[in-house]
């Protein structure tokens, strides 16, 4: 039995797990256009280009990038691969 007052706290699963992922995300980098030749120009998720000078997440796993606010999303919702080729970001734990 909870005494009274007590606040029980509960969190979608997922959410421990994502926030591990996004620990082993590499750092968020800005995307330059005069870097990308023959590269990634858009997110797979929105299928809009990047922007010059825009924020962008790298997963880490493989060479693929995202908008960040979407990869977090896709991560928050208990994903650990990359949308695009299914590669796990491993995740070390200590």
Same mark, same amino acid.
């Given at each position: 039995?909870? %005494?009274?007052?007590?606040?029980?706290?509960?969190? %979608?699963?997922?959410?421990?797990? %994502?926030?591990?992922?996004?620990?082993?995300? #590499? #750092?968020?980098?800005?995307?330059?256009?005069?870097?990308?030749?023959?590269?990634?120009?858009?997110? #797979?998720?929105?299928?809009?280009?990047?922007?010059?000078?825009?924020?962008?997440?790298?997963?880490? %796993?493989?060479?693929?990038?995202?908008?960040?606010?979407?990869?977090?999303?896709?991560?928050?919702?208990?994903?650990?691969?990359?949308?695009?080729?299914?590669?796990?970001?491993?995740?070390?734990?200590?």
């Amino acid at each position: 039995m909870l %005494a009274r007052g007590t606040i029980i706290l509960s969190f %979608a699963p997922g959410v421990d797990n %994502a926030r591990l992922v996004m620990r082993a995300l #590499p #750092p968020i980098t800005c995307f330059h256009d005069y870097e990308t030749i023959g590269s990634q120009r858009d997110c #797979p998720i929105c299928i809009e280009e990047f922007k010059n000078e825009e924020l962008i997440q790298p997963f880490g %796993a493989c060479v693929h990038e995202f908008h960040s606010s979407y990869l977090i999303s896709w991560l928050l919702d208990g994903k650990s691969t990359c949308l695009v080729c299914c590669k796990e970001l491993s995740i070390t734990m200590y």
